[in-house]
C-alpha cells in the first residue's frame, strides 16, 4: 500500500498490508465547536477481531479475514457463507465526486429493516464500519455472537433501527466507553504502524456491505443513508460486495489503496 497524499477533506489513512481508516476532517471557528476527533483504525483483521471481542462480540462462529484479491482464487479461500465485507478506499477526488448513481434506500428500510449511523466524529469510520457490519447480521447470529451484557449489546438496545441515524450518531459521539475502546485499539501493539498524531489528515474510508433482506447494501455514515445495490443473498454476498469493489476500483485504476476483509465463517 502507499502512503496517502494530503488533501482539504477527507476520511482514512493506510499500512502496509493492513490499511487505516477514517476522517472527515473538521474545520473551525472562532464561534464554532471543534469537531471530535479520533485516531483511524487499520484495516488489520487481527486487530479488528480483538477489538470487536472487547465490544462483546464473540468470534468463535465468525471473524474477520483478509480478501487479498478481487480474483476468483483469492474469493475460493474464504470459507462460506460470508455475511459482511469491509472496505476500505482510498478518498480521491473520483471516488467522492462520482456518487451520482447512488440509490439511496428508502426511509422505511432505515425504519425497520437495516441499521445504518450517520458519522459525526472525524476518522471514526472504522468503528461505524464494524458497528454496520454487526448490527446488521442475520437476526440469529447477532443472538448468539454478540454478548447480552456487552457495550455492543447496550448500545444496540439504546439505538434501535428505527432510531435516526443523526441521534446514533450523537449517542455514539457522546459514549465515553466506544471511545476508549477506539483508542485502545489504534494504540494496540498488533497495528502494523504507527497511529501518527491525532490530527493528522487521513485519506481513506471504511464502508461495510451487507445483505439484508435479500438486497445488497453499502453502509457508509458520510452518505445520506444506506446505498441499494440490488439483490443478493447469504450465498452470493461475497462475490455481489466485490462487483461492488471492483466498481469503486474501476474509478481509479491505479490506485492501491483499497483493502477488503470479510466476516467469514470459522
Sequence with gaps: ????????????????????????????????????????????PALINSYIQKLGYSTELYEFVDIFSTEEWALEMIPQPVVAVL???????NQTQQCADDVVASSDIMTHKVWFTKQRIGNACGTIGLLH???????????????????????????????????KAERLEHDP??????????????????????????LTHFIALVCVDDRLYE????????????????????????????????????????????LAPK
Excluded at 442475520?138 to 454478540?146: K, V
Design 1 to 44: 500500500m502507499t502512503s496517502p497524499s494530503k488533501e482539504a477533506t477527507t476520511e482514512g489513512t493506510a499500512a502496509p498490508a493492513a490499511a487505516a481508516a477514517s476522517t472527515i476532517t473538521a474545520t473551525t471557528t472562532a464561534n464554532k465547536p471543534k469537531k471530535k476527533q479520533w485516531f483511524p483504525l487499520e484495516s488489520n
Design 87 to 93: 472496505m476500505l478506499y482510498p478518498l480521491t477526488e
Design 133 to 167: 457490519a454487526l448490527y446488521n447480521l442475520p437476526p440469529a447470529l447477532q443472538e448468539r455472537s454478540i454478548q447480552p451484557t456487552s457495550w455492543l449489546a447496550t448500545f444496540q438496545q439504546d439505538c434501535p433501527i428505527g432510531l435516526d441515524p443523526v441521534a
Design 177 to 202: 466507553h466506544i471511545e476508549r475502546m477506539h483508542d485502545a485499539a489504534t494504540s494496540s501493539t498488533t497495528n502494523a504502524t504507527d497511529r501518527g498524531e491525532v490530527n493528522d489528515e487521513v
Design 219 to 262: 453502509l457508509d455514515g458520510r452518505k445520506a443513508g444506506p446505498i441499494d445495490h440490488g439483490p443478493s443473498s447469504s450465498a452470493t454476498l461475497l462475490h455481489d460486495a466485490i462487483t461492488v469493489v471492483q466498481h469503486f476500483m474501476a474509478k481509479d485504476p491505479h490506485e492501491l489503496r483499497f483493502t477488503m476483509t470479510a
